[in-house]
């Protein structure tokens, strides 16, 4: 149960988003935004994990920093997954859009508490 409120929550937050940035674009039902939470969280589980290790000399380099292209490199895959349903205009939308997401995010994970 608590996985689907974070998901809802999740999506409301890609809704927020959205709103907030002229550059990204979120079909007009709620499936859409449920999709794009949805394909987040697959692809931050599978796709994250092995960008970071390929990439790990140039995180390290980088202080880490490199991990916010990482993160907006997610966002443009899961637009062109998605199509119609979520657009992102660019590269620096898909920066801008990752880090307010994961914004709103941490203060989801905050209210809801722990996964323990």
Known sequence: MNTIIR???SAIAVVACAY?????HVGGNFIA???VALVLVVLNFLVRPILTI???PITVLTLGLFLFVINALIV???DWLLGSAFGVDDFWWALIFSFVYSLFNTVIDRLIGSKN
């Open 7 to 9: 998901l809802v929550l």
């Open 54 to 56: 390929l990439t790990l």
């Open 20 to 24: 907030l940035l002229p550059g990204v």
């Open 33 to 35: 935004p449920l999709a």
């Open 76 to 78: 443009l895959i899961a």
